[in-house]
């Protein structure tokens, strides 16, 4: 019995690699096992190798495995493309149809099924998703009655019939590979799990669950990989409170559409990615300047321009921190777990509100798409700050208007919703007074920048670093962003093994930047090696300037459009020590 395994599907964008992960990975989910995923896709429609891997574990995940036990083929392709991967001893499970071949050097056992043949004699080649899910969860010896529970769930809606065919699918599959293999194969047989069932989501549909527990009623947003899910998840549940979604023709639309709710009153959010945040930059400098609440969540994809609209990277960051022209208090976060993105987004609203400043959540690809358990959330701790939203205004005399950028001790001014009686003043770009009145005087300038960018003084964020620090003074502290904590914790297990000590921090508050927070593990560590997917090292470069300790920094750096492997964080870190 082993503790965990991997499995990965591979095939043509668009027949059936999605579903065939999604109903295999809910059957395990209900078991009660701990998964993650990887999902790799093609920038188009349809057509282009197209791979989805899933961890299975008996106890949490956080990182893409370095190996495979199992790896279903639906064209020749995917062995080609994917099966050095495969530990030694692994499977294969490919369609006849396509005649499949090991390539030389991979030592695997191939069972080549009839896929294609079994889902046409069955009515439809588009149940051969159905065939080779009963095939690969035959292997583990897992109760098939747990899987066609699943097939029900998924089908159920098109009817009974339809649902019998597909479960006659899984059951062929099941029946040809075990006469294949004389019955599941014993070192692919996991440990039972729990049986508790966890949530099983990705990033971008935690993201639209904290959005709702937050209390945003409208989404305005435009189309655009990897975050499209936001929009298509709160699309379907919004409405479900009160609120909406709109589609609007671009991000600028977007983002001054939510700058307009929010002047309202309305709590509301946008979500892009890199190309979409680019348009964003004046509207976010509107913001600024005028003190309205605006919260921005962009999805992180390999750029420039198009780039790589799929595929992971990190390469942000200096665009969220600095992208705007001109100088305004500005609060970028990125999460680092699907928790995260589900806590971090109420967060995200209370200090927009609380602040009057925009919130920027910086995700990566493989946190926005990659589907993960996840422990159930906490809906009762969650709050709701609204700041300095007043009503009931005390009378003002002699035609005085009230005072909407007033000059606090924290920076901070009274904020009043349009219609509030005595609450009238002045909206606008150009530096204005404490009413709003446009003004161009140097000593008002000077008062009303101060007044800016002194308010995010006091800023407390909810786990603005996080460590593992089990050593005073490590050989290496390791540090990242986003998705990478789990990939370093596994490297980390291998190094202490090797008697290499390790301290982890992850960086989760990136601007403004908790110096002070972070200087005691940077000074403690022997050497720092600092992990991101970019080519320029925009973390490591955030930590030289704020903090210093240049001179036992190091880069760890991969910009490929795939994410790191625990393996790859090793030996960079060995090598290193």
Not at 306 to 325: F, I, R
Not at 381 to 409: C, H, M, W
Request: charged share 25%.
């Amino acid at each position: 019995m082993i503790s965990q395994l991997s499995w990965k599907i591979g095939g043509q964008q668009g027949e059936g690699v999605e579903s065939t992960d999604r109903i295999f990975s809910t059957a395990l989910n209900r078991l009660g096992y701990y998964l993650y995923g990887y999902r790799h896709f093609s920038s188009r429609i349809k057509g282009g190798h197209t791979n989805n891997k899933i961890r299975i574990s008996t106890h949490p995940i956080r990182a893409i495995s370095d190996d495979l036990d199992i790896l279903v083929a639906f064209d020749q392709e995917s062995i080609d493309l994917n099966s050095h991967e495969l530990r030694s001893g692994g499977v294969i499970v490919a369609d006849a149809k396509f005649s499949p071949t090991v390539p030389e050097g991979v030592d695997a056992r191939l069972f080549a099924v009839p896929i294609t043949a079994i889902a046409e004699e069955l009515g439809t080649s588009l149940m051969k998703n159905m065939v080779a899910s009963g095939a690969s969860w035959a292997l583990l010896g897992l109760p098939m009655e747990v899987f066609n529970k699943a097939v029900e769930e998924e089908f159920g809606r098109k009817g009974q019939a339809v649902v019998d065919k597909n479960i006659e699918a899984v059951k062929r599959g099941a029946e040809f590979v075990l006469e294949q293999a004389g019955g599941p194969i014993d070192e692919f047989k996991l440990d039972e799990a729990d049986g508790k069932q966890k949530l099983f989501i990705i990033g971008n549909e935690a993201i639209g669950l904290g959005t709702i527990a937050a209390g945003c009623r409208l989404m305005s947003a435009y189309p655009i990989t990897p975050a499209s899910e936001i929009m298509e998840y709160l699309i379907k549940k919004l409405p479900k409170f009160g609120g909406t979604v709109v589609q609007t023709e671009d991000e600028i639309a977007a983002v001054t559409m939510a700058i307009g709710a929010n002047y309202a009153g309305v709590r509301t959010m946008t979500a892009s990615a890199g190309p979409g945040l680019s348009l964003m930059m004046e509207a976010i400098g509107l913001a600024g300047m005028t003190e309205t609440p605006l919260v921005i969540v962009d999805t992180q994809r390999g750029g420039p321009s198009t780039g790589l609209p799929t595929k992971q990277e990190q390469s942000d960051l200096n665009a969220m921190v600095y992208g705007t022209h001109g100088e305004i208090p500005k609060v970028v976060v990125a999460p680092a777990s699907i928790e995260d993105c589900f806590y971090d987004m109420i967060e995200a609203f209370n200090v927009s509100e609380q602040y009057q400043v925009p919130v920027i959540i910086m995700t990566d690809l493989q946190l926005s798409l990659g589907k993960q358990s996840c422990e159930v959330l906490d809906f009762d701790s969650i709050q709701i700050k609204r700041g300095k939203l007043v009503s009931d205004l005390p009378a003002l005399e002699n035609n005085e208007l009230f005072k909407r950028y007033e000059l606090t001790e924290d920076g901070v001014s009274p904020r009043v919703i349009p219609g509030e009686k005595g609450g009238i003043h002045h909206v606008t770009g150009v530096e204005h007074d404490e009413v709003g009145r446009p003004s161009e005087s140097a000593i008002n300038r000077k008062n009303m920048m101060d007044k800016r960018l002194n308010k995010l003084n006091s800023l407390q964020f909810r786990d603005a670093i996080r460590v593992d620090a089990p050593h005073d003074n490590p050989d290496l502290l390791i540090i990242g962003m986003g998705s990478t904590g789990g990939t370093i914790d596994e490297a980390r297990a291998r190094l202490e093994a090797d008697g290499i000590t390790t301290n982890h921090v992850t960086i989760r508050l990136i601007a403004p930047f908790p110096t002070e927070q972070l200087k005691p593990y940077l000074n403690n560590a022997k050497r720092i090696v600092v992990l991101e997917n970019n080519a320029t090292g925009q973390l490591v470069s955030q930590i030289k300037m704020h903090a210093g300790f240049a001179e036992k920094m190091h880069s760890i750096l991969k910009y490929d459009g795939n994410p790191f492997l625990p393996s790859e964080v090793y030996k960079a870190c060995k090598e290193l020590n």
